[in-house]
């Protein structure tokens, strides 16, 4: 059963600490979106790449977050520093082609900044 | 204005009711439509894609009207497992606009 595969489920740190997520993309799947989702705003896109490069980070906070495709089977997350702010559940999607084509979501991850 | 609005609810609706959702968009341009679903503490999952002459899947109808812009979900017989945030897609060809979801609840 082929799944995106996202870890870990859960954390909580500490304002100021680094935090990264990681993501294993459907195997095959040449497109992966990271999503970020809270209550006020929905789910936003934060970044997405095709054939690992990315294309579009325009939803990123620059100064804090980056987005990398060190390989066809990992995408990596990562936040540094981390703020409260950055409370939320952040999503990975992963879909083969196009964007008429369904995205599959991993479970996300729950991360808390306290 | 928001590029795809959905009324967030909740709706709050009668075992076995007929319940209808509409999503507007903004950009004429777009491309392609869908639903999705998502229960709560979970991951979004695929409900339907909506197709230009409309699409039925069981007790799921969807349809789509460019002229208005906007696509619609209709659930015939409502179940308690219906129950859930249905969310609208619309794909710019760019990248996929979301909205922000409509809270399903089903009551018995």
């Known amino acids: 059963d082929a799944r995106v595969t996202q870890t870990p489920r859960d954390k909580v740190t500490e304002m100021g600490q680094e935090v990264t997520m990681r993501c294993q993309p459907i195997l095959g799947h040449n497109t992966v979106f990271w999503y970020r989702q809270t209550m006020m705003q929905g789910l936003e896109l934060l970044a997405y790449?095709?054939?690992?490069?990315?294309?579009?980070d325009s939803g990123m906070p620059k100064d804090r977050f980056s987005a990398e495709m060190p390989d066809a089977t990992l995408a990596t997350l990562k936040i540094q520093p981390s703020e409260p702010r950055d409370s939320a559940v952040y999503f990975c999607?992963?879909?083969?082609?196009?964007?008429?084509?369904?995205?599959?979501f991993g479970q996300g991850t729950r991360l808390t900044v306290v | 204005r928001k590029e795809v609005e959905q009324d967030p609810g909740p709706f709050n609706v009668p075992e076995g009711a007929t319940v209808a959702f509409n999503c507007t968009y903004s950009?004429?341009?777009?491309?392609?439509f869908f639903w999705y679903r998502q229960d709560c503490r979970k991951e979004p999952k695929l409900l339907m894609s909506?197709?230009?002459?409309?699409n039925e899947d069981g007790r799921f109808t969807a349809q789509l009207n460019r002229a208005s812009q906007y696509i619609s979900l209709l659930i015939r017989d409502s179940k308690l497992s219906d129950s859930a945030t249905y969310l609208c897609?619309?794909?710019?060809?760019?990248?996929?606009?979301w909205g922000a979801g409509t809270k399903l609840i089903i009551k018995p």
């Open positions: 897609v619309v794909n710019m060809g760019y990248q996929l606009i």
């Open positions: 790449f095709r054939n690992r490069a990315p294309l579009d």
């Open positions: 909506v197709y230009s002459s409309g």
């Open positions: 999607a992963s879909a083969l082609g196009q964007m008429n084509t369904e995205a599959f």
């Open positions: 950009n004429s341009a777009s491309q392609s």
